[in-house]
Each structure stands twice: as structure tokens, then as C-alpha cells.
């Protein structure tokens, strides 16, 4: 189900002295099944972006198109278009309240009108594919950790079946292993054919998991590309405020110092492979 922004602006409280242009004129088109990391500074306008692509908020100008329709049109419903494009937000524990983890996943689909056999499936569904164990179902969520709070979150929305998933910042504020888990469940959710957009602030998280990376700077885009034709523009993320990964500065620098390996790589291995390369070449 393709998604598509069309010259979209947003302006939060518009004529008033403290008016804020969040988005300006942005364009782009996601097709069925893409990975795409969405990733800018602090106040760059991210979530406001996403929480136009099913609809909690309304353009100032321009046009959204979930599945080549305008979501705003005439006759179009914010209601199926919010079923079919699933967003957890950032720190999504804060919204978890139901009396027990079961509960809590099977809020949503149990106010889409299902039957109780298809909730119960669609929760068990979203259990697997979330990786949180059976036994934690009938316990309450405040007894959970962060990180497996964060999944019966993501486990809800899930639960929803929808065709694209955006997650604000899965991984924020977890440890290094919790972090690894939550980006595995969404790695395994794209595989299962969802169309994801992850928005991050971490460089080598997006290098290694997404195939398209866009750049927001203050509310425009200014880069829609391949990890690689991304990254490796050193100076372009630095000059919007983002650290490129480890591996292109450590091959930024080795140029300075005359070494002649190339800086558009993007893994640990690949970095190495080029140093043996230099060394070698240079006998
Ligand atoms: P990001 O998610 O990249 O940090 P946001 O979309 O939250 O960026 O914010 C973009 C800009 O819009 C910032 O200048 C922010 O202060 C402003 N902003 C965000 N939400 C609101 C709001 N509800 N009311 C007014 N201004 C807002
Ligand atoms: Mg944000």
C-alpha cells in the first residue's frame, strides 16, 4: 500500500506570535514493502511528518495519499486509513493501561468490532511476532521491564494487522539489549511483508536496517537516498546536525592522512576489506 506526500507544509499555531512552520513543502512516494529510516535533529520536524501519514494531523497545505487516495478528500475514512497505517509513538508504555498484557494487545482489535476467536488470534499473532513470552500475558504491564513494555506496545498496533507500520524512536531509552530485540521485532515484521517506517537517531541502526533513508533539516527534506548515497555524505549530515556512522568518519580521516580507500562504505567488514585493500596496495 503505497504512501505519498505532496508538497506538504505544516504550521502549528498558525497567527499566532509563536507560529512554528514544522514541514515546508515536502515530497515523496514509499511503495509497498519498503524499509525506510526516517532520521533528522531534534526538531526537525520527524514526528510531526509521520503523524500526517495516517491522519492525526491535517496538512496546512498539501496532500496526503494513503493507497493513491487522499486521505482528506470527500468520502475518504480517517478511521480505515488509521486501521491500515499502524504508529507507535514515541515512548509508547506511557498509553500501555489495561489490567493485563493480554488486555492491553487486544484493546484495538476488539474496537475494530472482531469476533472473540479473531482477537484472541490476531493477539497471539502479534505475541509471536513481538517475541514476549506466554506466560506474561495475564500478568499486569506494570510489572514489565521497559523493554518488554515497549513490545506489547508495538504488539497492540500489531494486533491491528495494518499494512504500514511507523515506529517513533522503538528503540529510545533502552539498553543495549533491549534495543537489539525491539529493532529484531521490527526487522522480522518487515520480512513478513509490512511496509515500515522507523524514525531513529541512530546512524548505525538505519544504516544497517533500512533500504532508503530520508533527511529532514528544519522541516525540509534534504536527502532521499540509498544507506549508502546518504551516509557517505559526511559533510551533509554533519551540517544538519547528525553524526555520520563510525566506520565513514574512521575512513574520512584515513584520506586526510593520504590513505587512498574509498569513504562510501558502510559496514564494519566492508572498512576492513578496504584498509587490507590500501595496505596491500601499498606493498
Ligand atoms: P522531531 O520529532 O524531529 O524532534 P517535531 O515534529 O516534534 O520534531 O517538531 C518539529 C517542530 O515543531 C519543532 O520546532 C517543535 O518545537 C514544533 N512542534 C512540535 N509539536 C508542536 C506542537 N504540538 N505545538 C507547537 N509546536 C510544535
Ligand atoms: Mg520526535
Not at 554533519?238 to 568518519?249: E, I, T, Y
Request: glycine letters at 10%; aromatic letters at 4%; one cysteine or more.
Amino acid at each position: 500500500m503505497p504512501i505519498e506526500v505532496r508538497n506538504l507544509t505544516h504550521v502549528y499555531m498558525r497567527g499566532t506570535p509563536s507560529e512554528v512552520t514544522a514541514l515546508s513543502d515536502i515530497s515523496f512516494r514509499i511503495e509497498d514493502g519498503e524499509f525506510v529510516g526516517l532520521i533528522g535533529a531534534t526538531g526537525s520536524g520527524k514526528s510531526t511528518l509521520i503523524q500526517h501519514l495516517n491522519g492525526l494531523l491535517k496538512p496546512t497545505s498539501g496532500t496526503v495519499l494513503v493507497d493513491d487516495m487522499d486521505i482528506w478528500a470527500k468520502g475518504s475514512s480517517l478511521k480505515e486509513v488509521r486501521r491500515k497505517v499502524g504508529l507507535v509513538f514515541q515512548f509508547p508504555e506511557q498509553q500501555v493501561f489495561e489490567e493485563t498484557v493480554f488486555d492491553d494487545i487486544a484493546f484495538g482489535p476488539e474496537n475494530l468490532g472482531l469476533s472473540e476467536d479473531e482477537v484472541k488470534r490476531r493477539v497471539e499473532r502479534a505475541r509471536q511476532m513481538v517475541g514476549l513470552s506466554e506466560e506474561i500475558m495475564s500478568r499486569s504491564p506494570f510489572e514489565l521491564s521497559g523493554g518488554q513494555l515497549r513490545r506489547v506496545a508495538i504488539a497492540g498496533i500489531v494486533a491491528m494487522e495494518p499494512k504500514v507500520l511507523i515506529l517513533d524512536e522503538p528503540a529510545a531509552g533502552l539498553d543495549p539489549r533491549g534495543r537489539n530485540e525491539i529493532l529484531g521485532n521490527v526487522k522480522r515484521l518487515h520480512e513478513s511483508g509490512l511496509t515500515v517506517i522507523l524514525v531513529s537517531h541512530n546512524m548505525e541502526d538505519v544504516a544497517r536496517l533500512c533500504q532508503r533513508i530520508l533527511v529532514l533539516d528544519k522541516g525540509r527534506l534534504v536527502a532521499d537516498g540509498s544507506p549508502r548515497e546518504v551516509f557517505t555524505r559526511g559533510d551533509l549530515l554533519r551540517s544538519v546536525g547528525l553524526r555520520p556512522p563510525d566506520v565513514v568518519s574512521l575512513m574520512e580521516r584515513l584520506r586526510q592522512k593520504g590513505w587512498k580507500v574509498r569513504t562510501d562504505v558502510l559496514t564494519v567488514e566492508e572498512a576492513y576489506e578496504e584498509i587490507v585493500r590500501e595496505l596491500n596496495g601499498k606493498g
